[in-house]
């Protein structure tokens, strides 16, 4: 099973969990309902993402554990006890934190029950979970980290507790440096074994090392969408709990995700949920099915 975690900026959102099942303009998650913009909103887009990816390659829907949070942290404080409590009755495969405020003590005792189970989940992280990982340096106790170049330059500063606080001549660095920064990352514990840094190029990380890089198709009006980074999490996480290869999965997800731009075409105003309902369709031609 795929568990997919984080906050969504609604107030009135209770804790929700539940199997998820995506359509243009509606996510359900369990017995709740998300529409419109909230469909594509931050952790929402990633988990619409990753219920288009697994329609399309035949596989069970994903779960999915929420909560509203408009930044006092009580969704992400209840989202991780009740994660920590219930790991062991869910038993899922690969779990995907996504958006959390910064939090040290519930964050640990997840991450730390999780590494303790006879068979834990495959751990992921992007946005506030990945950097809430490094913080609270449980970085490496994860498998996979999907970060942007200015995540990746945070990561890579082994002395900044904080992304406002990396040294600028790391944090100015354009995508060449990819590699440089994600071997330093890795090299004092901050990164994880496997990485994808979402980027015009992307590239694939593994033990710090680039063993991949994707750059086609190249549909650079995808950059200013909002959410596109979001997706490729989703796309990974529907992939690896699938069964496939991480490597292969990663490399995939970036295929797709380019491919699901270049069949939105998109303009300077199109929005992430212009962009998700051509994922099912950039699956099936990634994967030729």
Known sequence: MLLLVGTVPIENLPLTYGPVHYQPDKLTIGDYTLEGQYVTLGTAAMISAASATCQAIGADEPYALVMGDTGMGDGTMKI??????????LAPRVVTLHYILPTRELFMNFVNTARKMENGPFLIADAGALLNAKAVKLASKFDLFTPDPGELSFLADPDAAHPAYVQHFIFNVDQTEVPRLSKDAYDHGDAPRYMVVKAPIDHVIEEGKAVATINEPNVPTMEPIGGTGDTITGEVSALISSGMDVVD??????????????????????TIAQFIPHIGEAVKKVLGK
Do not use: S
């Open 249 to 270: 999965a990663c490399i995939t997800a970036c295929k797709i995700n380019r491919t699901a731009g270049e069949l939105a075409r998109p303009a300077p105003d199109t």
């Open 80 to 89: 991780l006890k009740f994660l920590t409590d219930e790991l062991a009755n």
